[in-house]
């Protein structure tokens, strides 16, 4: 496609349930980008993938959170026993190669924790 | 950790009044960028700053990275019913640029 798509766009889970957010990069895109962004707060960063490899995952807030890009295009981000603070909007950005090109981000997937 | 301060926190200004917002921080910062985000969208990129006093425009849009590295600002003049939106400064500190840095946004509204 010609941007960045991310599924689902919505997603609502019961407290403890394990989600799994998809997101597929611009083709031809090296690098991607999870973001994590609370209502009324700006994106903060989870993790970053070059290709397959998983380079930085600083930002990921608990070992419930975990990020998979294992041939370098499609990457998924799962959150295993959702708790109620996990309900944000999980951003995804990629770019062309490397952290100092432009970024282009998805629309979001809007997670409800219940 | 690191902070962008961004101000003001919202804005509401006629059509055709021109608008600055900044963003601030404590730390020095390799660049600085702006990001607008509608509604149930992601941000898109508006404007990138790579040098120490670089001023930078894009359309109606002007932004400057800051002498001391640790501030930027973004102007926009004119402005027109579609400049409504949330508008997001963004920081890379690291050299190795693993992680961008946003700010809490500045949310703009602009009545015709």
């Known amino acids: 496609g010609a941007g960045v798509s991310q599924s689902p766009r919505y997603k609502v889970a019961k407290r403890g349930q394990d989600v799994a957010l998809r997101c597929d990069p611009i083709s031809g895109h090296v690098s991607l980008f999870w973001y994590q962004q609370a209502l009324g707060q700006g994106p903060e960063f989870l993790t970053y993938?070059?290709?397959?490899?998983?380079?930085?995952k600083s930002g990921l807030p608990s070992d419930r959170f975990f990020a998979e890009r294992p041939e370098g295009s499609v990457s998924t981000l799962k959150i295993q026993r959702t708790q109620q603070e996990d309900s944000a909007v999980y951003l995804c950005?990629?770019?062309?190669?490397?952290?100092?090109?432009?970024?282009?981000f998805g629309a979001g997937t809007r997670l409800s924790v219940l | 950790g690191q902070q962008l301060n961004q101000s003001p926190q919202s804005m509401f200004i006629q059509e055709g009044e021109d608008v600055s917002m900044n963003c601030t921080s404590s730390?020095?910062?390799?660049?600085w960028l702006w990001y607008k985000q509608d509604p149930g969208e992601g941000p898109v990129l508006l404007i990138a700053?790579?040098?120490?006093?670089e001023l930078t425009s894009n359309g109606r849009l002007t932004a400057q990275f800051g002498i001391t590295r640790k501030d930027s600002f973004l102007n926009i003049s004119a402005s027109i019913p579609s400049d409504v939106g949330i508008y997001f400064c963004a920081g890379e500190y690291n050299q190795a640029g693993t992680a961008l840095i946003f700010g809490k946004g500045t949310t703009l509204s602009v009545s015709s």
């Open positions: 950005a990629s770019s062309l190669d490397g952290i100092r090109d432009i970024q282009y």
């Open positions: 700053l790579y040098k120490a006093g």
């Open positions: 730390s020095i910062f390799n660049t």
């Open positions: 993938f070059q290709n397959e490899a998983q380079l930085d």
